[in-house]
């Protein structure tokens, strides 16, 4: 069974960086990783994704201040988040994808983002 555990959340000012790792209890090699949120009272979307070949992709609203990347040998995920907003406070999870299955059957357990104003 794949286990993502997620770290990092905390309480940030905006302006300030963050960075969230996720581990996997599994090689990652062959998944799609991302990372979805979810702000109080509004539905789950998707943040980051990185497929198997290192290419990311970002919603429009954090293209240009969040980063994410992988380390396949540490089994890890993160998500560097700069300029941070208080529109970025959230649950944020690490997800995964395996080659082939075509959602993200994998999820984290969350980590919390809140950045005041």
């Known amino acids: 069974q794949v286990q993502l555990v997620e770290s990092g959340g905390r309480v940030a000012q905006a302006g300030d960086s963050l960075r969230l790792s996720c581990t996997a209890s599994?090689?990652?090699?062959?998944?799609?990783m991302g990372w979805f949120r979810q702000a109080p009272g509004k539905e789950r979307e998707s943040v980051a994704t990185?497929?198997?070949?290192?290419?990311?992709n970002y919603a429009p609203s954090v293209k240009g201040r969040f980063t994410i990347s992988r380390d396949n040998t540490k089994r890890a995920v993160y998500l560097q988040m700069n300029s941070l907003k208080p529109e970025d406070t959230a649950v944020y999870y690490c997800?995964?994808?395996?080659?082939?299955?075509?959602?993200?059957?994998?999820w984290g357990r969350g980590t919390q983002v809140t950045v005041s104003s």
């Open positions: 997800v995964g994808q395996r080659l082939g299955e075509g959602v993200y059957g994998y």
């Open positions: 599994v090689r990652i090699g062959g998944y799609t």
């Open positions: 990185i497929d198997w070949g290192g290419t990311p």
